[in-house]
C-alpha cells in the first residue's frame, strides 16, 4: 500500500484542513440542492404512492361502507349525517394509519436502512417528506366527505353541513397518518401500524366518556352540547318546549285523528305526490310528513318558492327569531310523534297536511 | 457548502488507527489503510471485518478510536459528512429492496434521496445506469419480479446514481452469473471521472481482472496492501500440483484438472513448481494468520 503522500486538503468556510496537503488536484464541492426540494421530491412519491396505496382504496371503502349503513333509513339530519361521515373518515383514518406506518418503516423493514443512512437525505427530511406526503390521502377523505354529503343531499337532509366539522375529518385522516409515520419511525413491524389502527378505534370508541385519548381527534363526538349544533341559533328556541308537549298531547288515544284511536294519518289535501308539499310559503322537503301540518311553515317569507330543500332551505332557516325554523320543528316533531303525523292543534293553512 | 472545496488525489482516503467493536468481538484493530484513486479489492475471509471497514468509509457506522478522512473530509462533522455523503455511492452487502416499487421507480427514489432534484437530470441519470446494467427493459417491472442477480444489478445501479467520486461496494459479484460478472468488471473499469472504489469479495479472480490494488483483512487487521502480483507472489516457490494429495502441505484442494494443488513448506513427492495465484496468495496469507 503506498503511503500518502499528503492527505487532502479541504479549504472553505466549512472545513478546516491541513495545511500541508495540497499538492492533488482540487474539485469544487457537489452542489446541494435545497433541503425543501428534496423534501417536496420524496412527498411527491410518497403521496403518489398513498394515492395509489390499495390499504387506502379499501379504508376509503370501508369508509364509504360504513357510511352508507349507518345513514340506513333514518331521517338524515346534517348533525348526525356529519358524525355519521366522521366515522367513516375514521375507518379511513385507520388505513390510511397502516399505509403511512408501512411507508415510514419501509426502509428498516426492507433492510434498507444502512443504505438510506449513506445517502445525504437525512432521517429528518425523509420524516418530513413522509408527513407532506400525507396530503396523498386528502383526494380520499374528500372523496368520502363528498359522496356522503352527495346521499345526504339527495335524500333531503336537513340543516346544513358543517364545513368545520367536515373539514375536522379531513384532519383526522391527516392526523391518522401522521400518528402512522410516528409509529412507523419507530416500530416498522406491519403489526405495530395494526395495532396502531385499533388503539385510535378505541380511543374514539370511548370518546363519549369525554375520556378518551382520541377525542381531539373527534369534535364531532363532543356531544355535551349537540343540540347547538342543530342549525340555527338556540335563541328562539322556547317555542319547541310548547311544540314538544303539544305533540306529545295529541299523541295520546283519541285526540289524534279520531275517537277510536286511529293513529293513520288524514287524507291529504292538495298533495303533490311524492314531490312534497306545496304551501304558501314554497315547496317542502319530501320526507317532511311529521311537520308538513305545522303552522310555522307560513313563517316562511315570501319569494323563496321553489328553493330546493335541503342546504338552502336548511340555510334559510338559520334565521334568527322567535318563529322556530321549521328544520327544527321537524326533527323534533319527528322523534316525539315517532315520525308520523302528529296533528297540530293549531290551525293549519289550506293545503297543508300530511302525507 | 458551496464554498468548500475537496482534495481528491492519490490519497483520497486515509484511515488511521481505525478500531470497531461488537461487544467482546474486535472487529476493526487499528487498521492503517490509504487508498487511491482507482479499484481497490478487498479480500478477507467472512468476519474479517471487511464489511464494518466499509460500513464507516460510507458514513453508515461510527469507529471506536482512529480518524476516518475522505476526500480531507471529517465524516465526525455534520457539514463535511453530508458532502461525504454527497459524492459516494454504496453497496451493502446484504441489501433488501421495496419489492413493490418499479425498478425505475426505486432509482428515482433514490436519486431524489441523493439530492438530484431536478427532474431532467434525475430522468437521465436513471436511463444512464439502468442502461450500463443492463436493465433498461426492466424500467416497468416490480423488483419483486426480478431475479437475485437483477436486483444485485439494481444494487449496483443505485450505487452509481449521481457519478459518485467515492464507490463502496460490498460484495457486489455475488449472484451474478459469469457473463453479468464480466460485464460488471467492464462497468467498473470505464466509468469516468476516475473515482476511488473500494470492492469487496470472496472472488480472487475479480481482483486479479479489476483491481489495481489489494487489501487483505484478516481478523481486524490488515496483513497486506498492495498489487495482485505482489499478493500473488507471497506464495512464490509454495505451490506445487500433484496426482496424489499430500497430507503434509499446509492447504490441498483439487483443481479443475483433476489434479491436486499444494501449498506447503515442502513439494510433495513427484510434484511440481506452479506459478501462484492472487487465491494462492491470500490463502497463503490466510494460513499463515490462523484463519481457519
Not at chain 1, 457537489?30 to 387506502?56: D, I, K
Not at chain 1, 288515544?253 to 310559503?281: E, I, K, L
Not at chain 2, 471506536?64 to 461525504?84: H, K, N, T
Not at chain 2, 469516468?192 to 487483505?216: E, R
Amino acid at each position: 500500500m503506498t503511503a500518502a503522500e499528503g492527505g487532502p486538503a479541504l479549504r472553505g468556510a466549512a472545513a478546516a484542513a491541513p495545511a500541508d496537503h495540497g499538492d492533488e488536484a482540487r474539485i469544487p464541492a457537489r452542489s446541494t440542492a435545497p433541503r425543501l426540494r428534496t423534501v417536496l421530491g420524496l412527498a411527491r412519491v410518497e403521496a403518489f404512492l398513498l394515492v395509489r396505496s390499495l390499504l387506502v382504496l379499501a379504508g376509503l371503502l370501508a369508509g364509504g361502507a360504513v357510511v352508507w349503513v349507518l345513514f340506513g333509513p333514518t331521517e338524515p339530519f346534517w348533525w348526525n349525517a356529519a358524525w355519521r361521515i366522521g366515522f367513516g373518515q375514521l375507518v379511513l383514518g385507520m388505513a390510511v394509519l397502516v399505509a403511512a406506518q408501512l411507508a415510514a418503516g419501509r426502509a428498516r423493514r426492507d433492510s434498507m436502512a444502512d443504505l438510506y443512512v449513506s445517502f445525504p437525505a437525512t432521517a429528518g427530511t425523509r420524516t418530513v417528506a413522509h408527513l407532506a406526503g400525507l396530503v396523498g390521502a386528502a383526494p380520499a377523505s374528500l372523496l368520502l366527505i363528498g359522496a356522503a354529503a352527495a346521499v345526504a343531499q339527495v335524500r333531503g337532509a336537513i340543516g346544513a353541513p358543517g364545513i368545520t366539522v367536515l373539514a375536522g375529518g379531513v384532519l383526522l385522516v391527516i392526523a391518522a397518518g401522521a400518528a402512522g409515520i410516528a409509529i412507523g419511525t419507530r416500530f416498522p413491524h406491519p403489526l405495530a401500524g395494526v395495532l396502531g389502527a385499533l388503539v385510535l378505534f378505541l380511543s374514539s370508541a370511548t370518546s363519549q366518556l369525554g375520556s378518551g385519548g382520541g377525542i381531539w381527534l373527534l369534535p364531532w363526538e363532543w356531544t355535551q352540547d349537540q343540540l347547538g349544533s342543530l342549525p340555527g341559533p338556540l335563541a328562539g328556541y322556547p317555542p319547541v318546549g310548547a311544540h314538544v308537549l303539544e305533540t306529545g298531547r295529541h299523541r295520546r288515544p283519541g285526540r289524534d285523528g279520531g275517537a277510536d284511536g286511529d293513529r293513520r294519518p288524514r287524507p291529504v289535501q292538495g298533495r303533490a305526490g311524492d314531490r312534497g308539499h306545496r304551501g304558501p310559503g314554497g315547496d317542502l322537503p319530501r320526507r317532511s310528513t311529521a311537520t308538513a301540518a305545522h303552522p310555522h311553515r307560513g313563517a316562511e317569507p315570501p319569494g323563496q318558492g321553489g328553493r330546493r330543500p335541503g342546504l338552502g332551505a336548511a340555510l334559510h332557516h338559520r334565521q334568527p327569531g322567535p318563529v322556530l325554523p321549521l328544520s327544527r320543528l321537524r326533527p323534533l316533531a319527528a322523534i316525539v310523534g315517532g315520525g308520523r303525523s302528529t296533528g297540530c292543534s293549531r290551525t293549519c293553512p289550506p293545503g297543508l297536511t300530511s302525507r | 457548502m458551496d464554498e468548500m472545496t475537496v482534495n481528491v488525489g492519490t490519497a483520497a482516503v486515509r484511515v488511521d488507527g481505525l478500531s470497531r467493536r461488537y461487544g467482546t468481538t474486535r472487529a476493526l484493530d487499528e487498521v492503517d489503510l490509504t487508498l487511491e484513486r482507482g479499484i481497490t479489492g478487498l479480500l478477507g475471509p467472512n468476519g474479517a471485518g471487511k464489511t464494518t471497514l466499509l460500513s464507516v468509509l460510507a458514513t453508515v457506522s461510527e469507529p471506536d478510536a482512529g480518524r476516518v478522512s475522505v476526500f480531507g473530509l471529517d465524516p465526525r462533522e455534520g457539514a463535511q459528512r453530508a458532502e461525504i455523503r454527497r459524492r459516494l455511492g454504496y453497496l451493502p452487502q446484504e441489501l433488501g429492496y421495496h419489492r413493490h416499487f418499479t425498478v425505475a421507480g426505486f432509482l428515482d427514489y433514490v436519486a431524489i434521496l441523493k439530492e438530484i432534484t431536478d427532474r431532467g437530470r434525475r430522468a437521465e441519470e436513471v436511463a444512464r445506469v439502468l442502461a450500463a446494467i443492463g436493465l433498461e427493459r426492466r424500467a416497468r417491472t416490480r423488483i419483486r419480479a426480478l431475479s437475485g442477480g437483477m436486483r444485485q444489478r439494481l444494487g449496483i445501479a443505485q450505487a452509481l446514481l449521481g457519478r459518485p467520486d467515492l464507490l463502496i461496494l460490498d460484495e457486489p459479484t455475488a449472484g451474478l452469473d459469469p457473463e453479468q460478472r464480466l460485464r460488471f468488471r467492464e462497468l467498473l473499469s470505464g466509468l469516468a471521472g476516475d473515482p476511488v472504489i473500494v470492492l469487496s469479495t470472496h472472488q480472487a479472480d475479480d481482483i486479479a481482472a479489476i483491481c489495481p490494488t489489494v487489501v487483505v483483512l484478516l481478523q481486524g487487521q490488515v496483513r497486506f496492501a498492495g498489487t495482485p502480483a505482489e499478493l500473488a507472489a507471497t506464495a512464490a516457490g509454495r505451490v506445487w500440483a500433484a496426482d496424489d494429495r499430500d497430507t503434509c502441505a499446509h492447504l490441498s484442494w483439487r483443481g479443475g484438472d483433476n489434479r491436486w494443488r499444494h501449498i506447503g513448506d515442502a513439494p510433495p513427492a513427484g510434484a511440481e513448481l506452479v506459478a501462484p495465484t492472487v487465491e494462492d496468495g491470500y490463502l497463503m496469507l490466510s494460513h499463515a494468520a490462523g484463519v481457519r
